[in-house]
């Protein structure tokens, strides 16, 4: 009678099957654990954001829904650690009140760098969320710059890398149309328009005549007051481009939660 032996695949199979089983629950298990810190973001965003929502109605400012994004992985181990990558803060269609006129922002926006936030912070909502670096990117529109310009038929474009005006005006009875660029500069937190070359075709030669135009040059050359800035950015840079006139600040060391 033959004897009979076990068969030896069977174990292996066996111990591949546990093995496939402890990896599939390892994944199932980081799955949950990602779910779960993107969950935790998901709340802290949804805080932050309305923290600033408060933040510009103090400054009688108006916008779109902030949209807020926090940065690095995991979300969690930032939260015990109490230090945060980054906090990126998205406005769109930012209205601010200037001098009586309007600048329109269609968007702002803001990345905080190495945020610090203890754990009961951002369990309370009290105390100090402070960012040592803050850096901003806003687009100003040409149609809100022009309206503070105050004068009729004039328009702003950017041209071949510079802020271009054209305009209708009246010189000695003669109606013209000037043209010209603008050098652009920040003086104390405002956007510097200085229009010091302005041409019109058939302005006659004549001294009154150039006269006048030089003091319409003048009159459109003009420190522009922009809306104050959250989280204490200052304005360093300004740039035309075809969608409007950039503006670049920063800061540091800022408290983001409590951004007038």
């Given amino acids: 009678m033959a004897e009979a032996?076990?068969?030896?695949?069977?174990?292996?199979?066996?111990?591949?099957?546990?093995?496939?089983g402890f990896v599939v629950l390892l994944l199932v298990l980081a799955g949950l654990l990602v779910v779960a810190d993107r969950v935790a973001a998901g709340v802290a965003e949804r805080a932050i954001a309305d923290q600033v929502r408060q933040e510009l109605a103090k400054q009688d400012a108006q916008s779109g829904a902030p949209k807020v994004e926090i940065g690095g992985f995991p979300f969690l181990d930032q939260v015990l650690a109490g230090k945060y990558e980054r906090i990126s803060i998205r406005l769109t269609d930012v209205r601010g009140n200037v001098q009586g006129g309007v600048v329109d922002v269609p968007r702002l926006d803001v990345d905080a760098r190495d945020v610090t936030a203890s754990l009961d912070t951002i369990r309370s909502g009290r105390g100090d969320v402070v960012a040592e670096s803050v850096d901003g990117r806003g687009t100003v529109t040409y149609d809100s710059l022009a309206k503070l310009l105050n004068r009729p038929g004039l328009k702003l474009a950017e041209r071949d890398g510079n802020l271009a005006v054209t305009a209708p005006v009246d010189i000695l009875?003669?109606?013209?149309?000037?043209n010209g660029t603008?050098?652009?500069?920040?003086n104390d937190g405002k956007v510097a328009l200085r229009f010091n070359d302005l041409t019109a075709e058939g302005l006659p030669?004549?001294?009154p005549a150039r006269t006048l135009l030089s003091n319409y040059a003048k009159s459109i050359s003009i420190d522009v007051p922009l809306p104050e800035l959250p989280f204490q950015l200052n304005l360093r840079k300004v740039e035309p481009t075809p969608e409007g006139l950039v503006i670049e600040a920063d800061a540091t060391n800022v408290p983001i939660n409590s951004a007038g």
């Fill in 5 to 20: 032996y076990p068969a030896e695949g069977r174990p292996r199979r066996r111990g591949r099957k546990l093995l496939v």
């Fill in 205 to 207: 030669n004549v001294a």
């Fill in 182 to 186: 603008a050098d652009l500069t920040v």
């Fill in 173 to 178: 009875g003669v109606k013209l149309t000037v």
